[in-house]
T-cell receptor
Framework: GAGVSQTPSNKVTEKGKYVELRCDPI?????LYWYRQSLGQGPEFLIY????????DSGLPNDRFFAVRPEGSVSTLKIQRTERGDSAVYLC???????????FGDGTRLSIL | GDSVTQMEGPVTLSEEAFLTINCTYT??????LFWYVQYPGEGLQLLLK?????DKGSNKGFEATYRKETTSFHLEKGSVQVSDSAVYFC?????????????FGKGTLLTVNP
């Protein structure tokens, strides 16, 4: 597609459940990023992929969070045993390579009840 | 750590008014600086950027100048329109090994009334 696509756009689930958030980057972009935006805050870095590998996962808040990008294109952010504090908008971005301009998707709004 | 501080909103202006949104950054390294905009119901879009001191980024009538002496990157527009209503984020990327990690300010909500 023309831009970064994120699905679902909204996700509501109960505390303790497992969720997966999908990101489809711009075709040909080798770099992919996940950010989290809490209410009233700017986005915060979670993880960066160059190709298939996670080059920097220092922003993941704890081991309940995990992300994959098995074929170097689509990425999935996985959250286990969700907590109410995980409620936020999860943003994905891609760029042609590291250091390139990051193009953002519309985000997935995750609500944990 | 490395950070960006921008003026808190909300900011409410009348159409054709002059806009300034202040942004300052911590003076570590040689960051590139950005302004991103988020229109209602849309994703973040890059508005403008500057990669070194004294560079001026500009787009859609908005301007910002990278000022090393004051560690600032203030966003300005001479005459705002209703369609400029959005949330504006100042951000930085550091040079060197982490030249991919955007660090954002908290955002400033701008509302322009007709």
């Amino acid at each position: 597609g023309a831009g970064v696509s994120q699905t679902p756009s909204n996700k509501v689930t109960e505390k303790g459940k497992y969720v997966e958030l999908r990101c489809d980057p711009i075709s040909g972009h080798t770099a992919l990023y996940w950010y989290r935006q809490s209410l009233g805050q700017g986005p915060e870095f979670l993880i960066y992929f160059q190709g298939t590998g996670a080059a920097d996962d220092s922003g993941l808040p704890n081991d309940r969070f995990f992300a994959v990008r098995p074929e170097g294109s689509v990425s999935t952010l996985k959250i286990q045993r969700t907590e109410r504090g995980d409620s936020a908008v999860y943003l994905c971005a891609s760029s042609p390579g590291p250091g390139g301009t990051q193009h953002f998707g519309d985000g997935t709004r995750l609500s944990i009840l | 750590g490395d950070s960006v501080t921008q003026m808190e909103g909300p900011v409410t202006l009348s159409e054709e008014a002059f806009l300034t949104i202040n942004c300052t950054y911590t003076a570590t390294g040689y960051p590139s600086l950005f302004w991103y905009v988020q229109y209602p119901g849309e994703g973040l879009q890059l508005l403008l950027k500057a990669t070194k001191a004294d560079d001026k980024g500009s787009n859609k009538g908005f301007e910002a100048t990278y000022r090393k002496e004051t560690t600032s990157f203030h966003l300005e527009k001479g005459s705002v329109q209703v369609s400029d209503s959005a949330v504006y984020f100042c951000a930085r990327i550091d040079s060197g090994g982490s030249n991919y990690k955007l660090t954002f300010g908290k955002g400033t909500l701008l509302t322009v009334n007709p």
